[in-house]
């Protein structure tokens, strides 16, 4: 099933976002921040529960790139350099840097971190949601 648009959770000095159809569960967010990512509370997210450079920090290391972020005074993330094509283990290809994504429709999406299905199975296509043969790893 395709993503839906990105859920906004605004605080004070920064705004996450996160992309539902995108997350493969990784956890990074959950052990690397749990003051601001609880899954066992509503909302999930609490922006100001740490300071917005960790946050952001925190966010960088989502390998599917469900969360983003954008500070307060302006900046968002800014793209590894060089940009990096990875297998992992499971087969799925995980990209970070400057990216151009594009999807079935035609939509380009800017990224900089993204996990793209490399099985063809996925119902969210081009990114990874876990429904084939990548999912057993």
């Known amino acids: 099933m395709p ?21 493969l569960h990784a956890a990074e967010c959950v ?14 997210v609490q922006p100001d529960g740490a300071g917005p450079e960790r ?10 790139g469900a969360l983003q972020y ?11 350099r060089p940009t990096t094509v990875v297998r992992d283990p ?15 429709d035609g ?3 800017r990224e900089t971190r993204a996990m793209l299905c490399a099985c063809g199975v996925s119902g969210n296509q081009p990114f990874c949601d876990l429904s084939g043969t990548c999912h057993s790893d």
């Open 107 to 109: 939509t380009v999406r």
């Open 55 to 64: 946050v952001a920090e925190v966010i960088r290391r989502c390998p599917s």
């Open 31 to 44: 052990r690397g921040l749990p003051e601001v990512f609880d899954s066992g509370s509503r909302p999930w």
């Open 90 to 104: 499971a087969g799925r290809l995980v990209l970070r840097g400057d990216l151009s994504v594009t999807s079935p």
């Open 3 to 23: 993503s839906k648009e990105p859920k906004a959770y605004d605080g004070k000095l920064v705004t996450v976002t996160y992309e539902t159809g995108r997350c």
């Open 70 to 80: 954008r500070l307060a005074d302006g900046p968002t993330e800014e793209p590894d």
